[in-house]
């Protein structure tokens, strides 16, 4: 069994000629709100290849803060972050001859910067694999039969001319279609475990990104997960469903820091009966939702039509603009009419 055909040979070859035409530190390589290891995975993953091939520097950005647990990949510690650094991130869009977007299908995934980019005269390169995406590249690799944007990556740079890939970037693809599949549980494809056995083969350190991204917990962390399942979990057994609640009062209680909630969405669909899981985040001004699905009703579907998002057929986003304290009995009632539709 070989690579899947899904990296157009042709398009592969426009990719690398932008590429390889670019400036010094004129490739500017763009993530997602709310980075998680994807994104991260990505980004740093294209910039270490970039560098190694043509020895030149990319420019990563992301709208805003990413986990403390993601830091350990490539020159993470380079990446521009919109939400406090809008003047070094303006500079770096007006001065771009080519950009780079990894992992969202449309711009408004990257807040405040989606005008910035779309009023850009560079040539915009798509690499993702979410469905249906927004029409704003020149070159779109789309691709929704693959784990993460980490892995399309990889089968990109398995197609290039020259092959040879740093170690950085298979390190940092490989946490990313770790973290996107939730260690090889969801959305894993063959090519996926190709593509990881080929990673394995060139002699990553497997269990140091096990040991980085599954046990880098803090004590407020563990104790917050206990909290949620003990307290703040609701169950809807006629619907399938769980909702978990995250407020701000219980944030506070346990010294919330970004990424603490990451796989939390997850937990509820352990129990049996559990088909559909909902976590429901108060942050500032509005309440990010997050939905899951482990049989066959489409969260994308449910979160375009009552939750403003959308995102996987059982991995999707999106928000809600309503006291906390509401948001239980808005998503049953949706929930509700949805299945009965
Ligand atoms: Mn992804």
């Not at 994807?38 to 992301?62: N, Q």
């Not at 269990?207 to 563990?222: A, T, V």
């Amino acid at each position: 069994m070989g690579a899947p055909n899904i990296a157009d040979i042709d398009n592969v070859g426009r990719f690398y000629s932008l590429v390889s035409r670019s400036g010094d530190r004129k490739t500017v390589i763009v993530g997602h709100h709310n980075p998680d290891g994807d994104c991260i995975g990505c980004l740093t993953g294209m910039e270490a290849w970039i560098e190694s091939a043509f020895g030149k520097t990319g420019i990563m950005i992301v709208p805003d803060s990413f986990p403390d647990y993601l830091k350990f990949m490539h020159n993470t510690g380079d990446i521009l972050v919109y939400s406090r650094q809008k003047d070094k991130v303006c500079e770096a869009i007006l001065g771009a001859d080519l950009i780079i977007c990894m992992d969202f299908n449309n711009l408004s995934r990257t807040e405040g910067m989606g005008d910035l980019i779309a009023a850009s005269k560079a040539p915009k390169v798509l690499i993702d694999h979410h469905p249906s995406p927004e029409p704003f590249a020149d070159l779109v690799f789309s691709e929704t039969e693959v784990s993460s944007a980490s892995e399309l990556t990889w089968w990109i740079l398995m197609a290039m001319p020259d092959v040879s890939v740093p170690f950085q970037t298979k390190t940092s693809l490989y946490t990313g279609m770790m973290t996107d599949t939730n260690n090889f549980c969801n959305t894993v494809y063959p090519s996926t475990f190709l593509m990881a056995s080929q990673i394995a083969e060139a002699g990553v350190d497997r269990e140091r990104i096990q040991m980085e991204i599954m046990n880098s917990f803090s004590e407020d962390r563990m104790r917050l997960m206990g909290q949620m399942l003990l307290c703040n979990m609701k169950m809807y057994p006629e619907l399938k469903a769980a909702v978990l609640i995250l407020d701000k009062k219980t944030k506070d209680r346990f010294n919330y820091r970004d990424g603490d909630s990451e796989g939390f969405v997850n937990l509820p669909l352990k129990i049996k009966e559990v088909e559909i899981s909902a976590l429901f985040t108060e942050v500032d001004g509005f309440i990010k939702v997050s939905l899951r699905s482990k049989g066959a009703v489409s969260v994308n579907r449910l979160c375009r039509q009552y939750f403003n998002g959308g995102g996987h057929e059982r991995a999707s986003g999106g928000r809600l603009y309503m006291p906390v304290d509401e948001v239980a009995d808005y998503f049953e009632k949706c929930l509700r009419e949805f299945l009965q539709a």
